[in-house]
């Protein structure tokens, strides 16, 4: 799978310049197939993980059909700690709170790094530019307003993603956040101490 993935990659950067074509002149219908695609893949991730609670409190699994062909799709919940072993990283079990920390943090330790690349890539890249200039004329010829549209237009894009992604990835951190408490009534959460590493 990792080979086919590298073949496809490298397929993708030779092809770029066509790819880039085709994509010009079909945008619309681009656009229109990946909200479609976007829409179908937020499905499967709510009926996989309703799914997986029913399970968990006891329910019974869909009939045989649906169930084989959830167990195929299982992939498109987004969820790291069922994919990556985790335990075989660490010397102690990857618990409950592990994962829930992983899954909650990482997006947000992602996104820090993205941003601050966003505001410093674009003065490093003006200053290794203006290579051979003396500090001095070089820090009065610095053009911030420019500067500073760049790194917004970057973050901006970026921030965009990120959220895109975040969509993605949030019915997987609410199911872990809500498997750390237990409903006692309709309306009281108690945080559920029975889960441990």
């Known amino acids: 799978l990792g080979g086919v993935a590298i073949a496809a990659a490298a397929c993708a950067y030779l092809l770029r310049g066509k790819m880039a074509e085709v994509y010009r002149m079909h945008e619309d219908r681009i656009m229109h197939v990946m909200e479609c695609l976007m829409a179908l893949f937020v499905t499967m991730q709510v009926i996989l993980i309703v799914r997986s609670n029913h399970k968990a409190l006891g329910g019974n699994d869909v009939a045989e059909p649906y169930s084989e062909f959830l167990e195929l799709v299982n992939f498109m919940t987004l969820d790291a700690v069922e994919f990556v072993p985790f335990s075989c990283l660490y010397q102690k079990p990857f618990g409950h709170i592990d994962a829930m920390l992983l899954e909650s943090l990482a997006p947000l330790v992602i996104l820090a790094i993205a941003?601050?690349?966003?505001?410093?890539?674009?003065v490093v890249t003006h200053r290794l530019q203006q290579g051979s200039v003396n500090t001095q004329h070089r820090a009065a010829t610095l053009d911030l307003p420019t500067l500073a549209t760049q790194s917004q237009t970057v973050a901006t894009q970026i921030f965009t993603s990120f959220m895109v992604a975040l969509f993605m990835i949030l019915p997987v951190i609410?199911?872990?956040?809500?498997?750390?408490f237990r409903s006692v009534s309709v309306i009281i959460l108690h945080c559920n101490c029975s889960l441990k590493r």
């Open 174 to 180: 609410s199911k872990r956040v809500s498997q750390s």
């Open 115 to 122: 941003m601050l690349y966003a505001f410093v890539v674009p």
